[in-house]
């Protein structure tokens, strides 16, 4: 376990289907986070977990989108019915409890709505 | 609600100058500042961050200053190389005892270093 891996890498899907990413962390660190990145912006803010709690979500996030950390390891992100401004890079990071640790990056999902 | 501004958007240097980078935090409570270096198509990548416990923190050609009372913090990277060319974030955050709350980033900094 090197690293926080994402998947799929790439997605294209027409306007209105449902998309749904993974992310598995860093296996000891106990919080996850979801972020979005457009062309030229920092990472937004989506929504975090603490194990299988959900923290905190976006007031930017629409009823659309919902994540869930089941079983406080992998995490998935769903966006129900697509839309083209939903075109950005999906990055999922990781961080452990104790200082010193930070957050990790993964690759992130880049999502191309058509 | 919470925010952090960086400055400047783009930054353009000859090999060997020095390069800075300027963000301000809102949030009073932020006690975690990182850094980050995100090349075209890749993760953003960690390379220094502070705590509001010290007030600069240096790391071979990379530096990062904080100042509480004013809410700023700024990046240093001295004797610049055409490979430090990316796009830089700040970001702010709250740590708690059971980690990290969520990160805040900056818009960005293009920094291009000229041969």
């Known amino acids: 376990d090197t690293g926080v891996s994402q998947d799929p890498r790439h997605k294209i899907t027409k306007r209105g289907q449902n998309v749904t990413f993974r992310c598995d962390p860093i296996s000891e660190h106990n919080r996850l986070y979801w972020y979005r990145q457009t062309l030229g912006q920092g990472p937004e803010f989506l929504t975090y977990?603490?194990?299988?709690?959900?923290?905190?979500k976006s007031r930017l996030l629409s009823d659309r989108f919902s994540a869930e950390r089941p079983k406080g390891s992998f995490s998935t992100l769903e966006i129900q019915r697509t839309e083209q401004g939903d075109s950005a890079m999906y990055l999922c990071a990781s961080s452990p409890t104790s200082e010193g640790g930070g957050y990790t990056f993964g690759s992130g999902t880049r999502l191309t709505v058509v | 609600g919470e925010n952090v501004e960086q400055h400047p958007s783009t930054l353009s240097v000859q090999e060997g100058d020095s390069a800075v980078i300027k963000c301000t935090y809102s949030?009073?409570?932020?006690?975690?500042f990182p850094w980050y270096k995100q090349e075209l198509g890749k993760r953003p990548q960690l390379i220094i961050d502070?705590?509001?416990?010290?007030g600069e923190k240096k790391d071979q050609r990379i530096a990062v200053t904080l100042n509480k009372t004013a809410k700023h913090f700024s990046l240093h990277i001295t004797e610049t190389q055409p490979e430090d060319s990316a796009v830089y974030f700040c970001a702010a955050s709250n740590e708690v005892s059971g980690g990290y709350n969520k990160l805040i980033f900056g818009a960005g900094t293009r920094l291009a270093v000229h041969p």
């Open positions: 502070i705590r509001s416990n010290v």
């Open positions: 977990f603490q194990n299988e709690a959900q923290l905190e």
């Open positions: 949030d009073s409570a932020s006690n975690y």
